[in-house]
Nanobody, 113 residues
Framework: QVQLVESGGGLVQAGGSLRLSCVAS????????MGWYRQTPGNQREFVARVSIDGITNYAKSEKGRFTISRDNAKNTVYLQMNSLKPEDTAVYYC???????WGQGTQVTVSS
């Protein structure tokens, strides 16, 4: 059974920080690049960041410098550290196993002004 379980979302004031976590089943994590996407009501999911199996990272332009993606292969976990949050970062954030195309259930991030 595929499992991608996100956590760490919540309500934060503008300028604050959150760290999202996504734990994946071992067989998924060890064979997939991992990514984070986000979605707001009425819009498509948009790319946020991606980390390859060997740690190479890519970011959407608007998040580069504020967000950091990382992975802990020993814990089968991918993280998204989000700093200097803005109200426009409010969305449901989804973990994504890139190579298999699997999604987590999402975690809500709300940034108040």
């Amino acid at each position: 059974q595929v499992q991608l379980v996100e956590s760490g979302g919540g309500l934060v004031q503008a300028g604050g920080s959150l760290r999202l976590s996504c734990v994946a089943s071992r067989n998924i994590f060890s064979t997939n690049a991992m990514g984070w996407y986000r979605q707001t009501p009425g819009n498509q999911r948009e790319f946020v960041a991606r980390v390859s199996i060997d740690g190479i990272t890519n970011y959407a332009k608007s998040e580069k410098g504020r967000f950091t993606i990382s992975r802990d292969n020993a814990k089968n976990t991918v993280y998204l550290q989000m700093n200097s949050l803005k109200p426009e970062d409010t969305a449901v954030y989804y973990c994504y196993a890139v190579d298999y195309g699997y999604w987590g259930q999402g975690t809500q991030v709300t940034v108040s002004s």
